[in-house]
């Protein structure tokens, strides 16, 4: 029996008009339940990639979103017939629950072009869950036959800058007038990023900002080996600095010759590095299925504080209501099992095919 | 018996120099172990509290750093014989593992202040391991008397606004050319906070970025009834915008004026207010202790990948793996219970106490 996911992986990779709005029916339901992500990793082996994914991240008001919608002029320009994808990442609305306008607004003109798809994905406050949405919205495009997809988050919290990072190549967009290079290294950019853009380069203190950026990097120090926070990918291209004024499209196309020069597709080193980021969407999307099984057992507040009576009043710790919790769990999910699961995987994760 | 959190917390209640040699040994236990915060939590009933915390978030470059600096000093210059908690929060550094210096270099006039505790928390990759650490030292400011705490955090992504909204009060920090207003909607400032303050006054367009924020608060939709992301704290406060130069010491002491005329100790609403957050804060250390055993389970890369081999190639669905990890973790913790737990607390939380 095929899942409704499969079925629709299968009529988006069909082609035409109705392949779209598979596709992006697929979107709808991978960012509403991210977790399902895991079911189209299971056959992901056959399905096609994009050639190239960016992750794109910096503060607000850097001229991001210009600086995206050049670079997807600048793609559309060289490769006619290719189709690109835009995915921007809005944290912001926890409260409003949408994604703003204002990216739209901007992307107008790649707005009405068919080769051209845009998705942007709000949070609704869990941001694990958008960080898994992203991946799986990235994954849709490739079924499309997205070769380019850039992501661009919104904000340089530790979250939006590992969104970016989910990526083959991240990208981090400066602008002077911003901070100065302590600000920089305070917001984590300069280990997170391969690519640098300082943009609005016809400022006058884009060139003080570049060489600030330059001595970042010349001291930078390298990741401890062992440091579970390290990507142990070993960094196949340097780190390097573009001044750009995307407004203006300058240095724009030197950016894109650059990506192209970086033959992702083709080195051994990039498909280890998309291996291991695979590998992390399996852990991320356990750890969603798993923390949005907890939070339906806690239930409501006026429930948790009587849970959590024992451990207020000092007579239980953390420990032990992890212990209570994780055995009521795996109780739930054994009575659960006969009812509603087709098959039963053995101990070890390789099982009879589905029924 | 008593467990060694707990008698630090003797010793650091007890007052003199020893006293705050245990409360720095206390800060360093809940950073590395930020579960732990469930046992400060458990006697929590009978410490000190401080008077206000009060959290700092916006862009980095905004002045952040130099506002907190010019509070803190207000604070001082009105309680003289008040002490006063700053948490710097850097997410930054997940490569390098330490927090930058930038932050102690500037708040300097403070390091000697014996009335002063600043404390500075990196991340290591770890957020949510972040946000609890940093309430751990609220409580342990707290604890030797800190009559308020500021908690500042470096950038604005989504879990940073999250951990200055762990706060009675959060205060927005805003300076002109930094971005328009769509820049401040798009990072979800407006909802986030209680004050604002546009800083760097002196600048020409200071009074522009104040009229965009009065518009964009006036607009402001009201948070949806039964959103999960929704803060359900009938807000006390009406949203204030306050034009200061830190660097000048302009209007600082106005700032300080209103948070003081707030009355956060007395008032229902905001005892209201703290019970949640100390609910959510349960909440978040069993799921930073869940989370914790579960990698601790799925243990390193290649076991990773043998574990996930099932769902890579779609013999199972991400739920059978959690169904299978669930079990494995309630077996341990099982087999566990005897030999570590020095008590049986019984389903419903409310226990005998420790032998």
Redesign the interface.
């Known amino acids: 029996m095929k899942s409704d996911l499969v079925k629709l992986v299968d009529d988006a990779t069909a082609g035409g008009p109705r392949s779209l709005r598979a596709a992006a029916r697929l979107m709808s339901v991978i960012t509403d339940q991210p977790?399902?992500?895991?079911?189209l990793?299971?056959?992901?082996?056959h399905w096609t990639e994009p050639r190239l994914v960016l992750g794109v991240t910096g503060?607000?008001?850097?001229g991001k979103s210009t600086l995206v919608d050049h670079l997807a002029a600048e793609y559309r320009h060289r490769y006619p017939d290719g189709r690109l994808g835009i995915v921007a990442v809005?944290?912001?609305?926890?409260?409003?629950?949408g994604a703003?306008l204002?990216d739209r607004v901007r992307m107008m003109r790649h707005a009405t072009d068919p080769h051209v798809f845009i998705r942007s994905l709000a949070?609704?406050?869990q941001?694990g869950g958008l960080a898994l949405g992203a991946k799986g919205v990235v994954r849709v495009m490739g079924l499309i036959g997205c070769d380019v997809v850039i992501v661009e988050t919104?904000?340089?919290?530790?979250?939006?800058?590992e969104i970016a990072q989910n990526a083959d190549v991240t990208m981090v967009v400066l602008a002077p007038?911003?901070?100065?290079s302590?600000?920089?290294?305070?917001?984590?950019l300069i280990?997170a990023g391969d690519v640098f853009v300082v943009n609005k380069a016809d400022r006058p203190d884009a060139v003080r900002l570049q060489q600030q950026l330059l001595s970042a990097l010349r001291l930078r120090?390298p990741?401890?080996v062992g440091?579970?926070?390290?990507n142990?990918w070993p960094t196949q291209i340097e780190q390097q600095v573009f001044l750009c004024s995307a407004i203006n499209h300058k240095n724009i196309a030197e950016v894109v010759d650059y990506l192209e020069g970086l033959e992702i597709g083709s080195e051994l080193g990039w498909q280890c590095h998309r291996r291991?980021l695979?590998?992390t969407e399996?852990?991320q999307?356990?750890?969603h299925?798993?923390?949005q099984?907890?939070e339906r057992l806690?239930g409501h507040?006026h429930q948790?504080?009587?849970?959590?009576?024992?451990?207020?009043?000092?007579?239980?710790?953390?420990?032990?209501?992890?212990?209570?919790?994780?055995?009521e769990?795996?109780?739930e999910?054994?009575l659960r099992?006969p009812a509603t699961?087709p098959?039963k995987?053995e101990?070890?994760?390789?099982?009879?095919?589905?029924v």
Request: one cysteine or more; hydrophobic letters at 40%.
């Open positions: 977790q399902r992500l895991g079911e990793l299971a056959g992901s082996r503060a607000p008001g850097s809005d944290p912001s609305s926890p409260y409003t629950g703003l204002g949070s609704r406050g941001l919104v904000g340089v919290g530790q979250c939006e800058v007038g911003q901070g100065d302590i600000q920089m290294l305070k917001a984590g280990e120090q990741a401890p440091d579970p926070s390290h142990a291991e695979v590998v399996v852990r999307a356990l750890a299925e798993i923390t099984r907890i806690l507040s948790v504080e009587r849970r959590f009576a024992g451990l207020l009043n000092g007579s239980a710790s953390v420990a032990d209501l992890a212990d209570e919790l994780l055995d769990l795996a109780q999910a054994r099992k699961e098959y995987p101990r070890g994760g390789v099982a009879a095919a589905a």
